[in-house]
Structure formats: C-alpha cells, structure tokens
C-alpha cells in the first residue's frame, strides 16, 4: 500500500505561482513513477506530468509545458509540481497518482491516488 498526500493549494492571480507537493508513504520502492493529474468541473481528469523514480525521464502535457516543473527527492519520499505563469484555464483539483509500472509519454496507470488539492487562479 503506498498513501499521497498532497498539499500547497490555494487561490492565485493569474499570472502568479504556486507550488504543491505530494508526501509518499507506505511501500513507495515498489513504485515506479509518479505523475500529477487535474480535473476541472466539468471535465475529464487530465495527465499534467509525470516522472520516473530515477529521475531520468520526465513528461509534460502541452497545455502546461514551460510553465510547470515536476520535480522529486527520493530521499524524502515527496513529489512536487511547481506551477508558474498560472492561468484560470489551469483551475482544477490537481491529483498525486504512484505506478508500480512505467510505460511513458503521456501513459500513465495510476495504482494509487491521493484526495487531491484546489488550484484556483483568478482573472
């Protein structure tokens, strides 16, 4: 079992920052890769990033690439996504999933997921 606990939500101007971070427990070697997800009201939960446990291989969807940087300190155990340039489009409940498998690009099988933290970015 491996529990995600995210935080770092919040309200934000456009144009603004925030920072989230995912703390891993539990049988976190057994996991592969780690991705951060969003889902919008209304719409479908989106793949936003992803990264490997090595850190060697890291995948952005388009919509957020060169505004936000997925990075991890495998020592603590903790993922984060640090989103800058923040827009209203990018107003979503953002999600941790862990995957004991990797097979990448913009395909990831979450086996775990965390409650998920708000973004809110005003106008």
């Known amino acids: 079992q491996v529990q995600l606990v995210e935080s770092g939500g919040g309200l934000v101007q456009a144009g603004g920052s925030l920072r989230l971070s995912c703390a891993a427990s539990?049988?976190?070697?057994?996991?592969?890769?780690m991705a951060w997800y969003r889902q919008a009201p209304g719409k479908q939960r989106e793949l936003v990033a992803t990264?490997?446990?090595?850190?060697?291989?890291?995948y952005y969807a388009n919509s957020v690439k060169g505004r936000f940087t997925i990075s991890r300190e495998n020592a603590k155990n903790t993922v984060s996504l640090q989103m800058n340039s923040l827009k209203p489009e990018d107003t979503a409940v953002y999600y941790c999933?862990?995957?004991?498998?990797?097979?990448?690009?913009?395909?990831?099988?979450?086996?775990?997921w965390g409650q998920g933290t708000q973004v809110t970015v005003s106008s």
């Open positions: 539990g049988m976190v070697f057994s996991m592969k890769a």
């Open positions: 999933a862990a995957s004991s498998e990797f097979i990448g690009g913009n395909t990831f099988r979450p086996t775990y």
């Open positions: 990264i490997t446990s090595g850190i060697t291989t890291k």
